[in-house]
């Protein structure tokens, strides 16, 4: 997969997250993932679709992170994952795929979004559509570790 495909998607979740939660986020090494478990508690997934072929992102996050994402955005106290959590992933996840679009749009890829789709429970499974590699983007936070999934084929 073209990095030109996936950093739009790393560029737009710490976009995101500084912006809407005042959080800064640090990406580490990307990876090919292997099989199709969770690394998180609660997973956005949304799929695209156009001429550069078609795929999905996801974004899982791990409880404690989510947690102090939906708190700073939201400004109120939450104690665990509820649909109030599960809301503000749907809404993270197209909100960063919105601007990923954006980027990816200004290089000449043109792209149809999905609704986004929202998973939550220990060791859930995310399905992504596409034949392609998935490529794992693990990002700490303050609070501890979230990931983006980016899986595309041609």
């Known amino acids: 997969m073209k990095a030109e495909l996936i950093n739009p998607f790393l560029e ?10 005042n959080m800064e986020v640090t990406p ?3 990876c090919l993932k292997n099989g199709n478990v969770a690394k998180g508690d609660v997973t956005g997934l949304i ?19 989510i947690l ?3 708190e700073r955005m939201l400004g109120e106290k939450i ?13 993270i ?19 149809d979004l999905a609704i986004p789709g929202v ?11 596409s034949k392609g590699n998935t490529i794992l983007l693990p990002f700490t936070a303050g609070p501890g570790s979230f990931f983006v999934e980016v899986c595309f084929s041609e």
């Not at 737009?12 to 939660?21: E, F, Q, R």
């Not at 104690?79 to 809404?91: A, L």
Request: net charge negative.
């Open 12 to 21: 737009s979740i710490k976009d995101v997250l500084s912006t809407m939660a």
């Open 28 to 30: 580490g090494t990307p």
């Open 47 to 65: 799929g695209l679709a156009g001429d550069g072929g078609k795929g999905s992102l996801a974004i899982s996050f791990t409880e404690p992170v």
């Open 68 to 70: 102090e994402v939906t």
């Open 79 to 91: 104690s665990h994952i509820n649909e109030t959590v599960t809301d503000c992933v749907g809404e």
């Open 93 to 111: 996840t197209n909100i960063v795929t919105g601007g990923a679009k954006r980027i990816l749009s200004e290089k000449g890829y043109e792209f």
């Open 119 to 129: 998973v939550a429970g220990k060791d859930h499974v995310i399905s992504h559509r």
